[in-house]
């Protein structure tokens, strides 16, 4: 009961229950900033292409600081997150795909996911109210998987640099 007063409280503010997801000209992305303190570009760089996840497909170097790349057919461990199979919106098993850009400089990266979908929904359309789709809709269910899938693609692509002790 106190989560749903929270959420609506939030809600009703205008302030978002995400901390990663975003909603901007009708479409939800995902976007975080990773530090990595102490290392230089080149460095983030060679993190980022070693560490990559094997499920991001279509990895492609665009110039000296993006990559893009795609997540295809991955499924969410939602319960890893607090997600039980009953209480949860369904879609959240269906396998999610996404577009994703990385950005990095010294000390730091940048990881956008949009075009996100679920079993072939768009989490865009879904996470929307049907009348304006430019405000997030506040049923708990999807607020729920919302985050699962933010707390989800933050930790998939948080690298930590290899310590070397000589």
């Known amino acids: 009961m106190i ?3 929270t959420l609506c409280a939030t809600m009703a503010f205008g302030q978002s229950p995400y901390k990663y997801l975003k ?14 303190d102490s290392l230089k570009a080149s460095e983030v760089e060679k993190l980022l292409f070693l560490k990559l996840p094997s499920m991001v497909v279509n990895l492609d170097k ?10 295809n057919n991955i499924h969410i461990d ?9 209480g949860v919106w369904e879609r959240i098993t269906f396998p999610f795909d996404a ?13 956008i996911a949009s075009n ?25 269910l999807l607020i729920s ?15 930590k640099p290899e310590k070397m002790d000589w």
């Open 3 to 5: 989560l749903l007063a």
């Open 23 to 36: 909603l901007e000209n009708s479409q939800i992305y995902f976007e975080k900033v990773y530090l990595v």
């Open 62 to 71: 665009i110039t000296d600081f993006i990559i893009t790349a795609k997540i």
């Open 78 to 86: 939602f319960q890893k997150y607090g997600g039980k199979y009953y």
């Open 99 to 111: 577009e994703v850009f990385i950005t990095w400089k010294e000390g730091k990266y940048k990881v």
């Open 116 to 140: 996100m979908y679920l079993g072939g929904g768009s989490l865009s359309e879904d996470f929307t109210t049907k009348k304006d789709y430019t405000k997030l809709d506040t049923n708990s």
């Open 145 to 159: 998987a919302g985050q699962i899938i933010e707390q989800y693609l933050a930790d998939l692509f948080l690298f």
